[in-house]
Each structure stands twice: as C-alpha cells, then as structure tokens.
C-alpha cells in the first residue's frame, strides 16, 4: 500500500495516504478530496514525518487547483498546519509557484493544475533519489566511523518509508547497513507520546526482516552505558543555518547521552530539510501539541473516557508540557548526512557549501 499517491476516478482527482494513525495494527487507507481534508491529515498525524510532509503539501496544492479551489488559501492553510518541518512550506511553495508561473506565461487554470501536480511529482521522485543516495553516503559514514561491521544502531521516532518517497532518512541507511550484513541490531525508542517509534519504525523494521529491539525512552541511558550503541541515526524536521537540528523530541538527551559515550550521534536528512532562512536554534517553531496525547492514550479500541477521546493515565485536570520537536545544536552533532555528502563538523560554512551546491544541482 503506498504512503501517498494521486489517483484521478471519474468524480474528480484525490490524494489518496495510508492513515498512519491506525498503524500497526490495521492498513487504512484516507482519501482526500481537498486541501482542508489534507490539512486535518497533517495535523492529526495521519501522513507525517518531514519529508512526507513535503510532498503531501505538493499535492495538496495539486489538489486545490486541480478542483478550482483558491490555491492562496489552499497554501497557506497548507503551510501553516504543523510550523516545525520546513519540507512542509518547501513542498507548498514548490507546487504553488509552478502554478503561479503557469498562469503568468498565459496558461489557463487547467494548464497551472497540471503544472503544480508536474511539480508535486517530481519532489516525490526527487526524495525517493534522495533515499537511496543518503543510504549510500550514510552507510559509508557508518563503516568508516565503526570499521569492522556489526553496527548496533539506535533510532528515535519514524523515518523509514512512511516519511518518504522512497525508503526513508536514517532508517533507509540502518536498512542499507542490513542488506549489506553490517547491520548487528537496530535499537528502536517507543518515542512517547505518539509512538511513532513503537507503531511505526518497529513495524517497518519488522518488514525488513532485521534484528531489532523496543525500548522505553527512559531505556536508552543504561544501554549507552552497557556499551551496546555504537552509534545513534535519527533525520530531521528542520536544520538551521548554523547546523542545530530539530527532530523529535527526546532527540537532544540522545545527543546528549552520545556525547557523554563518546558514540557518534549523526543526523540524516535530504538538503530540502536545510533551511538557510533560519539563523539558529533559538530560531526554530517549535509545535506544542495538546497535553491530552500526554495524560492519556488512545487505543481505538478502548472504552471512550478522557477529554481527548483517551483512556486517562493521569489526574483528570492534570496539565501536560507537550513539545513536538527538540533542538540539538550543531557542537553535539558528529555529522548530518544528506543527498549531496556528508557535512562533519557541522558548521555554518559547510551548510552554505552545501545548500549552494544543492542549488546548482537543481537549475543544471
Ligand atoms: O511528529 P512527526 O511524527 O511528524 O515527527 C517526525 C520526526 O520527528 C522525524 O524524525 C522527522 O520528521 C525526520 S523523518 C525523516
């Protein structure tokens, strides 16, 4: 079943994404008729995971244009539905010029639709290449860091195939690492509160027949100090300019804890991630979600009783600090591996080589 795709039956051209909130336990696909479905989609975490995001905004954009809706609106209710991976506004932009330019050369409405459903393929493409480049790179970092094999990789939050064209950012380099035998065991972190480690990484690395192992978040300080991670691979929602890295939370203590471990902690995430307009950190939105994913859980098939449509693990009252994302900056980041090379130190300069470089890539 595919993480997205653009299907056009007779009553009129839809997104079609697997609902990744009813993973693992049921395949369900979601189709979406217009922008303001897609954007319920993204905030409710249905498609995610930045570059995912990307390309869902790009065909969301295709969506309201190919329908005859307001493409401004749709962008900008588009842009703004989760504010901290920039892939999301990078795809929206990239589809909404496309049909902008269309229509300043003289085309027709029917003409710019295609143009921005043109463009929204070709970024699905694009990370797909994007995937298979980073694994490449990625792995090469790995064995060149770690001679001799037998990687014991740790991984936060999701990023396999579900967030991606192709197969994904740091879980597509642990998958290269499998398939060449180098690959002794992938550490999985549940990732509270959603799980998207537990849900879905599990679920993919299951699917790839590797060895890996579940832990608790909390876990992850006393394998570090058992000797049992020899590096740790997450991606990223957004990289500043001067290198920090927003990822999901609970990142930073990883980075934190791998800094301490003398473990090389490296980040993987196609140059679309890079955002040149973001100075620092300091700099980055953060999305604060609702205390409710943290003072319940929600089991779809669980009696219906917390405020939230959950099943209460805390006070009913109780108020809840429920950030998205973390920062970590640059200084704890061994490397940030992307589709042009390998950035290590991470600096500022290096960024810049790198997004320049990027750009000339792309206009060639
Ligand atoms: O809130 P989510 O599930 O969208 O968060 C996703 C992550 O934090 C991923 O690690 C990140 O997008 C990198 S995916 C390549």
Known sequence: MAVIRWEEPPEGPVVVLLDQTRLPTEEV???????????????????????????????????????????DEAAAALASARPTAVNLSVGVRRAASAYRAALAKGGDTGAAAAAALVAARALHQQDAEASVRMAGHGLALLDELLPGGGHRILTHCNTGSLVSGGEGTAFAVALQAHRAGRLRRLWVDETRPLLQGARLTAYEAARSGMAYTLLTDNAAGSLFAAGEVDAVLIGADRIAADGSVANKVGSYP????????????????????????????AAIEVEQRPGFEVTEVTAPQAPVTGAGGGIPVAPL?????????DVTPPDLVTAIVTEEGVVSPVTAEALAELCARSRQVTIS
């Open 317 to 325: 009252g109780t108020q809840a600090y429920n950030p998205a994302f």
């Open 29 to 71: 696909e979601l189709v979406c008729t217009d922008a303001p479905a897609l954007v319920e989609a993204i905030r409710s975490l249905a498609v995610r995971g930045a570059p995912l995001l990307g390309i869902a905004g790009a065909y969301g954009i295709a969506l309201a244009a190919a329908r005859g809706f307001d493409v």
């Open 254 to 281: 990883l980075a934190v804890l791998a800094r301490y471990h003398h473990v090389p902690f490296i980040v993987v995430a196609p140059v679309t991630t890079v955002d040149p307009e973001t100075p620092d950190g």
